[in-house]
């Protein structure tokens, strides 16, 4: 299923937005496609746009504070080609890394519903299926992952989520989990810079192992 930048498959999500748009014209508004290579062998899935952040800007995690850590590991990595992602043409580019959400659009006090969750889980099943042997994906907090998961057909319960795991699924995708980069687990130190790049470091090491 080809993302569709203007599924309104969700009633209470595309209602919103539009009084999301009302109020901020000069807003995105709109489901926020995924950014980065289709074929990369790394995909980084979130929970959905922010209010200022992505549905601002129109690019997952830019604009607001979720991205700040995140844009600066994947340079600092060698999956970006800046460490900060200012708007939607500010030339970065992803390098073997794909950045999506398990919800397209923002929601009600970030909060999806599991029935939103399910249906927008049709497009992050085809980005996963779109993905080369040997890939990985990285969850960012416990809906992400149970989204890839949902994705890929297995139950919750088989793989709990827990920050620095990685999980194998049916295919051989690695699956990664991390908490979420948001200004409330890094400003609590629930995440901090030194444990997120723990996640991507043992992410790298992976895909330096399994490189075809």
Request: aromatic fraction near 8%; hydrophobic fraction near 40%; include cysteine.
């Amino acid at each position: 299923m080809k993302f569709s930048p203007q599924c309104r498959d969700c009633p209470r999500l595309a209602g919103f937005l539009d009084e999301v748009g009302g109020k901020y014209p000069e807003y995105h508004a709109r489901p926020v496609a995924p950014f980065g290579d289709p074929r990369a062998r790394l995909l980084i899935v979130g929970l959905a746009p922010g209010m200022h952040g992505a549905n601002r800007s129109g690019r997952p995690f830019t604009g607001d504070f979720a991205g700040i850590l995140l844009y600066a590991t994947l340079h600092k990595f060698g999956f970006a080609s800046a460490p900060q992602s200012v708007s939607a043409d500010d030339k970065l580019k992803l390098i073997d890394c794909r950045i999506t959400n398990a919800v397209k659009c923002l929601p009600p006090q970030n909060k999806p519903e599991l029935a939103e969750v399910k249906e927008c889980n049709k497009y992050l099943a085809a980005e996963i299926a779109a993905m080369p042997k040997g890939g990985a994906a990285l969850a960012l907090g416990t809906i992400a992952h149970q989204a890839v998961l949902m994705a890929a057909g297995v139950k919750p319960s088989q793989l709990p989520f827990r920050h620095g795991a990685r999980h194998t699924l049916p295919g051989g995708l690695a699956l990664f989990d991390s908490y979420h980069c948001s200004r409330y687990n890094t400003q609590t130190r629930r995440l901090t810079a030194a444990m997120f790049e723990a996640v991507f470091a043992d992410i790298s090491d992976y895909l330096q192992r399994v490189r075809p």
